[in-house]
């Protein structure tokens, strides 16, 4: 079983940065590409940016040019930098993780594994 633990969420205004952080652990696991996926309030879960193990990336339209996603292979961590924040990008974010390593024809059924979540707050 794969255990996924994000960290790095808060209170942030408008304009500010923010960086969240996944870390994967668990006995003979294997996982290859990771995501970030959010939610707000009322809304459906969109994912945010995701990447394979060879980090070939994937963004939404929304958050291009302004998140980052990154990962260490050695140390099983996906991180997940973000700028220029917007009041919009108030979302619990939650990282995914799946056995296979594709990234663009995919659903939210397709993650194997979730973490619980963090919650991102963008105050105008």
């Known amino acids: 079983q794969v255990q996924l633990v994000e960290t790095g969420g808060g209170l942030v205004q408008a304009g500010e940065s923010l960086s969240l952080s996944c870390a994967a652990s668990g006995r003979g696991y294997v996982i290859a590409a990771i995501g970030w996926y959010r939610q707000a309030p009322g809304k459906q879960r969109e994912l945010v940016a995701a990447?394979?193990?060879?980090?070939?990336?994937r963004y939404a339209d929304s958050v291009k040019g302004r998140f980052t996603i990154s990962r260490d292979n050695a140390k099983n961590t996906v991180a997940l930098q973000m700028n220029s924040l917007k009041p919009e990008d108030t979302a619990a974010y939650y990282c995914?993780?799946?056995?296979?390593?594709?990234?663009?024809?995919?659903?939210?059924?397709?993650?194997?594994?979730w973490g619980q979540g963090t919650q991102v707050t963008v105050s105008s």
């Open positions: 995914a993780a799946r056995i296979f390593d594709e990234i663009q024809q995919i659903s939210e059924r397709s993650w194997d594994y």
């Open positions: 990447i394979t193990t060879g980090s070939r990336t």
